[in-house]
């Protein structure tokens, strides 16, 4: 009898384990020099609750130009599919690449006015620079050999890299434009990015780009509102539960429905990130933030 209490004791706690760890829903944060990590249930109200913090100005692993230049407006942050690293971007030109949860930096490099990153296959990074004489492009990097890129291809006020694991595609969008490229790595290190379609997008001013957790979908914000590209049809539309507003910097959809998204209150940043279904703010007084991702679709 003993035994069989101990057994059901364990499971117990194997279950609850699990159970604790579905119930995490923590979300990125990004803006200024820092990237922060929220517990989205252990947060208060409109208070978040900041489970991690990492600030570029006073990582020593940093060299001095990159603490005090180039992270100086974080724009993009996402999390490795494994959930063991973090990748992060700044206007100021920095891209870092960090281990989680311990956010140390084990890769850093610069891309002109980097406005977004994503994580591919085989250890690659995408990013993707924005209007800059070193920007304008999609360059991708293999942090365990180099900090250039070992490949690239040009595109005018890049702002967002999207990665498609089930087509093998790179989403890539651009002021006017959306494409998709494959990206191929041989035996012997060389990678190649080739672009396969384009499309002119709705709107003016492509910013954020975002993959839906099924796969079917891409989420596209510009200056005058949101939209949705559909991926098997080809076709763009308005998003259905979203709100027409301008100028979104980031948006994103978890498995529960749940909408992310931050919208400038000053000129490009906000003191606030925002959900909805349900509807809930958080608000990080002094940090200019500009992006918000969810870690876990």
């Known amino acids: 009898m003993k035994f069989l209490q101990g057994v059901l004791g364990a499971v117990a706690l194997v279950l609850a384990g699990d159970l604790a760890v579905q119930a995490q829903k923590d979300f990125l944060v990004c803006g200024d ?17 900041i489970r991690r913090e990492w600030d570029a100005s006073r990582d020593a692993d940093l060299p001095e130009i990159f603490r005090t230049r180039k992270f100086r407006s974080m724009d993009d942050c996402k999390v490795s599919p494994d959930g063991k ?3 992060v971007s700044s206007s100021s030109g920095g891209v870092a690449l960090l281990h989680y949860p311990e956010m140390k930096v084990v890769f850093f490099t610069e891309v002109g006015n980097a406005h977004s990153i994503e994580f591919l296959p085989g250890g690659l990074i995408a990013v ?45 969008l651009g002021l006017d434009v959306l494409r998709a490229y494959t990206v191929e790595s041989d035996a012997r290190g060389i990678v190649r990015l080739t672009k396969t379609k384009e499309w002119k997008i709705e709107g003016q001013s492509g910013h954020d780009l975002f993959l839906t957790a099924d796969g079917k979908q891409l989420y596209i914000t510009e200056h005058t509102g949101v939209w949705t590209f559909d ?24 498995r529960e429905g749940q909408i992310l998204y931050t919208q400038p209150e000053e000129s490009w940043w906000t003191f606030s990130v925002k959900t909805l279904h349900p509807e809930r703010k958080f608000v990080i007084p002094g940090l200019k933030i500009y992006k918000a991702r969810w870690v876990k679709l």
Do not use: C
């Open 85 to 87: 690293q973090l990748l």
């Open 231 to 254: 991926l098997k049809k080809e076709k763009f539309g308005k998003m259905p539960d979203f709100p027409d507003k301008p100028d979104i910097k980031s948006i994103g959809r978890n």
């Open 33 to 49: 020099s820092k990237l922060l990590v929220v517990d989205y249930l252990s947060s208060k109200d409109s208070i978040p609750a």
């Open 128 to 172: 993707a620079g924005s209007t800059h004489p070193q920007g304008n492009k999609v360059a991708i990097f293999n942090p365990a050999v180099s900090d250039q890129p070992l490949a690239q291809d040009s595109l005018y006020s890049g702002h967002g890299v999207v990665w498609h694991a089930k087509k093998k595609l790179l989403y890539a």
